[in-house]
T-cell receptor
Framework: DSGVTQTPKHLITATGQRVTLRCSPR?????VYWYQQSLDQGLQFLIQYYNGEERAKGNILERFSAQQFPDLHSELNLSSLELGDSALYFC??????????????FGPGTRLTVT | AQTVTQSQPEMSVQEAETVTLSCTYD???????LFWYKQPPSRQMILVIR??????QNATENRFSVNFQKAAKSFSLKISDSQLGDAAMYFCAYRSKGAQKLVFGQGTRLTINP
């Protein structure tokens, strides 16, 4: 158990819908990262938040957005869903955004299926 | 942009034997971190081992060790005394010192034959 929690574990929804994935980082971790794992794209970095502020952005679609709240939990919002958005979405956390912190702990993931 | 390549989509090994998984990466940076993550059927991503680029000594964690060749930009993982529980997808990952995101390879599926 990494200490990172993600809900829900599984999500099945229809094209065009909107969903919200939730992540709670390890106690004390200020940074949260979101990754997408799909069959065709592999594991890709989406976005990072540090203490409530967006810190880095990767291959995140405009239909996707994220935020980190004062209690440090994070939500990833996916809208206008397409079949290709079906994937495993991971949240990871680490202690700080400083260059000396390099260990990211991954949550169990949310499996999203768009039908 | 940095890229990570795992040229072996699948590998198999007999239980108790040794197997080496390959990884190469491309970067223009001199200071960075490299990782191997394990993803068993449960889908959980588990950190196996990490290596700091400035360290010449290869990292070791119990039965897991790496062969880090900085000039060749190669970072292979050796698993000794393979166990059935080692069966998983293994991902090589890169992180530059100045950034936090991990760049992953495509993964190698490791099968352990009893």
């Amino acid at each position: 158990d990494s200490g990172v929690t993600q809900t829900p574990k599984h999500l099945i929804t229809a094209t065009g819908q909107r969903v919200t994935l939730r992540c709670s980082p390890r106690s004390g971790d200020l940074s949260v990262y979101w990754y997408q794992q799909s069959l065709d794209q592999g594991l890709q970095f989406l976005i990072q938040y540090y203490n409530g502020e967006e810190r880095a952005k990767g291959n995140i679609l405009e239909r996707f957005s994220a935020q980190q709240f004062p209690d440090l939990h994070s939500e990833l919002n996916l809208s206008s869903l397409e079949l290709g958005d079906s994937a495993l979405y991971f949240c990871a956390s680490s202690a700080t955004a400083a260059q000396y912190s390099y260990e990211q702990y991954f949550g169990p993931g949310t499996r999203l299926t768009v039908t | 942009a940095q890229t990570v390549t795992q040229s072996q989509p699948e590998m198999s090994v007999q239980e108790a034997e040794t197997v080496t998984l390959s990884c190469t990466y491309d970067t223009s940076e001199s200071d960075y971190y490299l990782f191997w993550y394990k993803q068993p059927p449960s889908r959980q991503m588990i950190l196996v081992i990490r290596q700091e680029a400035y360290k010449q000594q290869n990292a070791t964690e119990n039965r897991f060790s790496v062969n880090f060749q900085k000039a060749a930009k190669s970072f292979s993982l050796k698993i000794s005394d393979s166990q059935l529980g080692d069966a998983a997808m293994y991902f090589c990952a890169y992180r530059s010192k100045g950034a936090q995101k991990l760049v992953f390879g495509q993964g190698t599926r490791l099968t352990i034959n009893p």
